[in-house]
């Protein structure tokens, strides 16, 4: 069978950094951080007080009133930054087949502000007035797949749709998933990506109590310092990223914007540890060998990686590791950054937003940095782009993803070129 070639055609972000894309890419190259004391709720007591929040969001510009009502806040964000991609990608969807545009963006967590809100209305009345004190919308505001069927609904695209819950992965996997559909001819157009809106007491405090946060707290903006040596955590972040991928033939017909091709995703799992990576960094070692493998690529042929890079001691530790290992001698030649260091980690929605970065340094031919890298570790050797951006032609980039529960994605991303 012969694949179809996948380009991307359009994107979207609502991220702590910008909620379009221009503000998004102009502070990932400004290294402006979207890093700050939590607002949303008290975080005295907590190790950690600070997170990457989307403060300016408004669900008014994307849903109606009612729909707001029956929406938990990571669809909130999905379906703004599908509209967007959407609005990017200039594709008319009155003129398309409906049937052949699919949809997976999917969530890491899902809706913990609908779960806490109706659980504290339950403890306050609930002994005394039984269930009718629980919203009818709970279920359907809570589980994950409801950002890729309300963003369905509200597009009314009627092809391939599901969602893919990985963790950290999850962003990753949908674009791969359903890149691998419009291979197969399966269909013409995916809307794809991840969402996450998990910033409340529970999930906040469940990862203090993981001790996986940054403590931090008296220097926000520099408290995400993937690969230094001084870092101590990541910062919980939220937002969503959201890609227009495209078969190449239907983009050209219609004279779509084409922003890179993807040409390559590999998946695996270490079956290691719950949270912790394979100390030896074979499960994604191996997951960007098949994504090499998967888009016919050598290592040399590589000119930028947006790493996972976290911010976290072991994850930076053995994501560098697992450079070397893939890339052998040419890992200290390639460019490599984490765009965490500015927008904190957005968990299932990384993904999605590090795939526009990705897009996005291919098509400027620039790469955003690594902001503050000013510790130098051992153990973390290659090239960070450190604290500013480098200019550079861009024909192949990567982007790494590696979740709680050992789940690894790669994509590969090249120029477009007919």
């Not at 950690?48 to 806040?73: C, M, N």
């Not at 994604?284 to 990686?305: H, Q």
């Amino acid at each position: 069978m012969i694949k179809k070639r996948v380009v991307v055609t359009g994107l979207g972000a609502i991220t702590p950094v910008g909620n379009t894309i221009e503000k998004f890419w102009k502070s990932l190259l400004e290294g402006r951080s979207g890093v700050r004391k939590i607002q949303c709720f008290d975080p005295s007591k907590f190790s950690s007080q600070i997170g990457a929040e989307v403060l300016d969001f408004e669900p008014t510009k994307y849903l109606s009133p009612k729909e707001i009502k029956k929406t938990d806040r990571f669809v909130q964000f999905a379906v703004g930054a599908s509209k967007e991609a959407i609005v990017d990608s200039k594709i008319d969807l009155d003129k398309e087949d409906r049937d052949r545009i699919g949809v997976i963006v999917s969530s890491g967590i899902g809706g913990l502000h609908t779960i806490e809100r109706e659980h504290i209305k339950y403890l306050e009345r609930g002994p005394e007035l039984g269930p009718s004190r629980i919203s009818p919308f709970l279920i359907p505001n809570i589980i994950v797949n409801m950002a890729s069927g309300h963003i369905s609904i509200c597009f009314k695209v009627k092809g391939p749709n599901m969602a893919i819950v990985t963790a950290c992965a999850t962003g990753n996997h949908s674009i791969g998933e359903a890149y691998r559909i419009i291979q197969k001819g399966n269909a013409d157009a995916m809307i794809a990506g991840g969402s996450e809106a998990a910033i409340t007491i529970m999930g906040f405090g469940g990862l203090c109590a993981l001790r996986a946060l940054s403590s931090r707290n008296d220097a926000p903006e520099k408290a995400s310092r993937p690969f230094d040596q001084q870092r101590d955590g990541f910062i919980m972040g939220e937002g969503a990223g959201v890609i227009i991928l495209e078969e190449l033939e239907h983009a050209l017909k219609r004279k779509a914007p084409i922003y890179c091709e993807l040409i390559g995703y590999g998946v695996n799992g270490d079956a290691y540890h719950m949270t912790a990576p394979d100390p030896e960094g074979q499960g994604a070692t191996k997951c960007m060998k098949l994504c090499l493998e998967d888009s016919g690529l050598r290592p040399e042929d590589v000119d930028y990686i947006n790493a996972h890079g976290t911010s976290t001691l072991y994850n930076d530790k053995i994501e560098t590791l697992a450079i070397k290992k893939a890339f052998g001698e040419q890992a200290k030649k390639i460019a490599i950054s984490s765009t965490k260091s500015v927008t904190g980690h957005l968990l299932g929605a990384a993904g999605g937003a590090e795939a526009i970065a990705c897009a996005l340094a291919i098509r400027d031919g620039i790469i955003p940095p690594t902001i503050n890298y000013e510790n130098p570790d051992p153990d973390c050797d290659l090239d960070y782009v450190p604290n500013k951006p480098r200019k550079h032609d861009i024909r192949i980039a990567i982007s790494n993803s590696l979740g709680f529960g050992g789940h690894n994605a790669t994509l590969a991303f090249k120029k477009y070129t007919a």
